[in-house]
């Protein structure tokens, strides 16, 4: 028996093990072995077992790891075509597919004392009254760790020991699984009544999903064509392909009671489901949703978690859950998408618009259209909403690649939020020195309104710290980091000045730092929100104020924290970044203020509209989702922009028509694709001179393609990154697949020095 091994060093290739037959029963396609590599042993994957190798001598496995193929044949295929697409090494793939948690050596379940009860039919011996206190406890328990009943019954070891002696209760080892939800109350929910437009969507999610399911009885593992690009429409006619549908619900349209009763009936058909949600948007209160609908009933599972917050044992336990069948519904952010779930019907990607769901590092995929393709490959429905689709999965829509469902209303008839835009240039002419306030008059008026009226307010601002910037107004000196092209932020709490991009803190000076000058009058410039917050507390002092940020996020369980409270009305005004934009449901909030609308504007990507305007609609959902209709107040210095102007009107379909004019006419996404590459170093003019050698290394590959552009080299639009200087070539086609062969092949042929390092990212959602 032969067995094809891919290792956990990135070579790029396989190697073929002979299987020892003391191994074979265990040794299946996913099963991680141990195996000899040169003088030493190195993990790895099983990924193929040819019948023959052209291969002699091959030397034997030493060991499996584990009791079963962790990784399924299906999500080992998606590996493989993460890899090809993405430019990366299978193993790196490999990596992604399989948590740390999971892979480590010295994983495994935890094992705890449990104490459990032994029923007497003759009655209880006599006992002291401590003994006794311990057997009530008991009685009511059943059975609890050993730990939780020497806490709970304030007793000690010996008490325990006493009973055990007496033949009144056993005490063993067990499994302990870690739930990092597991000490919550979570009252079971039933399905809600649905409206029109959600009972619509649904019968046309369980139409797809009753489609596929017929069409997945003996269907292939290989990819459709289609696979490929999951961004790019196909050449159809007639009728959507109906394996992806795009769910484009206004905020507040009820989509997660869709996604609900559409998980229900996939339960229902023995199948199960994945729910991906943007790491910022994995509140407990989304969690609780879906534990509440699915921990009872008749479609009862488990329900398991997977985000980057959960301890390495809840990761391991979660993941197991899943592989083992006991757990049907996953619910996640990106990396959960590779979640083991066998008979998969449904996959949903909420807020599908979202840039969390890209990787930043190797292997740089986007969850989204991972999703599609594992669609595809499992002939599973892929269900992706948002209330501001990206400009890519509409375009896919309107072009039948994808399904489009509509709901353009509120459930219950509430009324989308009044938006009033502020125009700071006006507030700027009447204030004293020019600067506006960071309130204006309107804004603090409607907050005093709200706390009269004992409603709340959530007010905006994607931007960390006191001040942005630190400067001498006698020299022109800006407090700049060492390391990157940025100036340090002041963090006054913390009483430091701080870089954003490398983490890299330097204590406040007194006076100008520069040599020439020496200024005490140096000041600070800007604002964060830690700043609104203490301008907040001055205006309001009775009202009760909390911070939500990077900063304030400390511990494991303040998110969970701050918005019970907030949720449980002993908050009155929550501040914050764009971690509560979304996917937040309060009906007490009425008011949302956003300070500056423009800081997402401005910057050098051609995605600047979209996203100013999908931050913009998202955060003015979060008002006026109870009785009481919204308003919502949009301070900008641009305020006539088509992106702010469109999402004053909720008219995501004038933003998208004008918007995809210019993207077909600079052939930027979706009317193309884009791959990035960045060369970094620290010598700039090496990486200059080198980038510029790739240029023409790409031009030589490339020479005959009519459908490419290529631009750069160029600097990258943040040069000097962690101590690393930046250059990029950025390449537009609209058949990525055949584009991404030659990256590859580029990356592993092109010799590049030692100190330098060629990154290759794909579909990129952030270009600077």
Not at 230 to 235: F, R, T
Not at 504 to 512: A, F, L, M, N, Y
Not at 619 to 629: M, N
Request: proline share 6%; hydrophobic share 40%.
């Amino acid at each position: 028996m032969i067995a094809r091994v891919t290792l956990e060093i990135a070579l790029r290739k396989e190697f073929d093990y002979s299987v020892p037959e003391e191994l074979a029963a265990e040794v299946v396609i996913g099963t991680r072995v141990k195996v000899p590599f040169g003088p030493r042993l190195v993990t790895g994957v099983v990924t193929d077992l040819p019948e023959s190798s052209t291969h002699t001598n091959l030397k034997p496995i030493a060991s499996v790891l584990g009791v079963r193929g962790l990784i399924t044949p299906r999500v080992l295929a998606l590996a493989r075509w993460i890899a090809t697409y993405y430019c990366c090494p299978v193993e790196v793939a490999l990596k992604s597919v399989l948590p740390d948690a999971v892979r480590k050596e010295d994983a495994g379940w935890r094992e705890r004392l449990h104490v459990s009860l032994i029923p007497q039919p003759t009655g209880l011996p006599k006992l002291t009254q401590r003994q006794h206190d311990i057997w009530k406890i008991l009685e009511e328990w059943r059975e609890m760790s050993l730990q939780d009943l020497l806490r709970i019954g304030e007793t000690t070891s010996e008490t325990i020991r006493r009973l055990q002696e007496k033949g009144l209760l056993r005490i063993a080892p067990r499994i302990d699984e870690r739930d990092p939800y597991g000490r919550e109350q979570i009252l079971p929910t039933q399905p809600l009544v649905l409206n029109s437009e959600q009972a619509k969507a649904l019968a046309a999610i369980v139409s797809a999903t009753d489609e596929r399911f017929v069409a997945g009885h003996g269907a292939s593992l290989e990819p459709v064509s289609d696979v490929t690009d999951p961004q790019l429409p196909a050449k159809r006619k007639g009728p959507a392909n109906p394996g992806t549908l795009l769910l484009h619900g206004v905020t507040g349209s009820g989509k997660t009671e869709v996604y609900l009763q559409a998980l229900a009936h996939c339960l229902g058909r023995g199948q199960g489901g994945i729910v991906l949600v943007p790491e910022i948007s994995l509140t407990p209160q989304t969690v609780e949703r879906f534990k509440a609908r699915f921990n009872t009933g008749p479609h009862a599972t488990l329900v398991a978690v997977l985000h980057s917050h959960l301890s390495s044992g809840e990761r391991h336990d979660e993941w197991h859950k899943i592989r083992q069948g006991r757990a049907r519904i996953v619910i996640g952010a990106r990396s959960a998408i590779f979640a083991p779930v066998d008979r998969l019907g449904l996959i949903i990607v909420d807020e599908e618009h979202e840039h969390s769901y890209k990787q930043e590092e190797a292997p740089r995929y986007h969850a989204r259209d991972v999703a599609v393709v594992r669609g595809m490959q499992e002939d599973a429905v892929v269900v992706l909403g948002s209330a501001t689709p990206s400009m890519e999965s509409y375009y896919n829509a309107r072009s039948r690649k994808y399904t489009l469902l509509e709901m353009p209303s509120r459930v219950t008839d509430l009324k989308m939020p009044v938006v009033r835009i502020v125009d700071l240039r006006e507030e700027s002419r009447r204030a004293k020195g020019g600067v506006p306030a960071i309130f204006s008059q309107p804004l603090k008026e409607a907050i005093t309104q709200r706390l009269e009226r004992s409603e709340q307010t959530i007010l905006f601002l994607n931007r960390r710290g006191y001040s942005t910037s630190l400067q001498c107004s006698k020299c022109g000196y800006v407090a700049g980091c060492p390391n990157c092209s940025v100036g340090l932020t002041f963090h006054r709490q913390a009483q430091k000045l701080m870089c954003h991009i490398c983490g890299h803190e330097e204590v406040v000076p007194s006076k100008c730092p520069a040599p020439e000058c020496g200024n005490p009058a140096i000041r600070f410039s800007g604002l964060g929100t830690e700043k609104v917050e203490d301008v907040l507390r001055k205006l309001f002092p009775r009202a009760r104020v909390a911070r939500m940020d990077r900063d304030t996020l400390k511990r494991k369980d303040d998110y969970r924290r701050i918005l019970s409270d907030f949720r449980t009305g002993k908050l009155d005004i929550l501040v914050g970044t764009q971690m509560i934009a979304k996917g937040l449901h309060f009906p007490n909030v009425t008011l949302v203020g956003v300070l500056y609308a423009d800081l997402s504007l401005h910057v050098p990507d051609f995605r600047a509209g979209e996203r100013t305007f999908q931050l913009l609609t998202q955060v003015s959902g979060r008002a006026g989702r109870g009785d009481v209709e919204g308003e919502v107040f949009i301070q900008s210095f641009t305020p006539f922009h088509p992106a702010i102007q469109y999402a004053r009107r909720h008219d995501f379909l004038g933003f998208y028509d004008q918007e995809i004019e210019f993207r077909e006419q600079l052939k930027y996404p979706p009317a193309a694709r884009v791959a990035l590459l960045t060369l970094k170093g620290r010598n700039e003019d090496k990486v200059k001179f080198t980038v510029g050698y790739l240029r023409k290394e790409l031009e030589k590959r490339l020479s005959g393609w009519r459908d490419l552009i290529i631009a750069g080299p160029a600097p990258a639009p943040l040069l000097r990154a962690e101590g690393f200087y930046r250059h990029q070539i950025m390449l537009r086609t609209r058949v990525m697949s055949r584009l991404a062969g030659v990256l590859t092949d580029i990356q592993t042929t092109v010799a590049l020095p030692e100190d330098l390092t060629l990154t290759v990212d794909v579909d990129p959602v952030n270009l600077v």
